[in-house]
């Protein structure tokens, strides 16, 4: 760190701009290992799974057997879970670097919401989980469908995981002027 308190000159200035860029750098570099943390053990979870169910699967001689077919459900939805964070981190990268083409349309917003939600609500309500959408009106917006269906499977799935006894996600979606804007609410 420079004296940038002992001149009020051009010297000064350039001390404390130099100071300011060097806490701008040790803030990027913590948000940096904390990003690295997070995907770490992003990948842990589901690489830890496969791992227990080969394990598992090479136990069994019968493949007619109901917990195999189970463990070969798990192994594939594990991958391909595996696979999207992949795609999702490399996407992260071409936003970082201006290489991540949007595609912008008009598309039915709270349609595609909807879709979204009675596929996540069939997928968990085995597992004793609820989702649920409040949508204040159907809109249609203005933007890369994929990319906002990848944010909001992202948050759902968050909330799903975060979520308290009530095993229950609340999507509320309400009309703000020209904008629409989507919650989620886990408990």
């Known amino acids: ?14 001390c404390k701009t130099i100071n300011q860029m060097a806490e701008g750098l040790e803030e990027t570099e913590k948000m940096k290992n904390e990003f690295i943390s997070s995907v770490s053990h992003e990948l842990r979870t589901p690489l830890t799974s496969i791992r227990g169910w080969v394990e598992t699967l090479r136990t069994l001689d019968d493949p007619e057997d109901e917990n195999y077919r189970k463990g070969l459900e798990i192994i594939n939805n594990e991958t ?7 795609e999702e981190l490399l996407d992260f990268s071409r936003l970082q670097t201006g290489a991540l ?4 349309a008009p598309y039915p917003f709270t349609a595609s919401v909807q879709a979204i939600t009675d596929r996540v609500s069939r997928m968990v309500q ?7 959408f409040h949508p204040q009106a159907q809109v249609k917006a203005i933007a890369d ?17 975060y979520t308290g006894e009530d095993k229950t996600v609340e999507i509320h979606q309400e009309v ?10 886990d408990s």
Do not use: F, S
């Open 176 to 185: 703000i002027g020209k904008m629409v804007r989507l919650t989620i609410h």
């Open 101 to 104: 083409a949007l595609n912008p």
């Open 80 to 86: 391909a879970r595996l696979y999207n964070m992949v």
């Open 145 to 161: 469908e994929q990319r906002i269906a990848q944010v909001v499977y992202n948050l759902v799935g968050n909330a799903l995981t």
């Open 1 to 14: 760190r420079l004296p940038d308190n002992r001149y009020n000159d051009e010297v000064g200035r350039l």
């Open 126 to 132: 085995q597992n004793g989980y609820q989702v649920v």
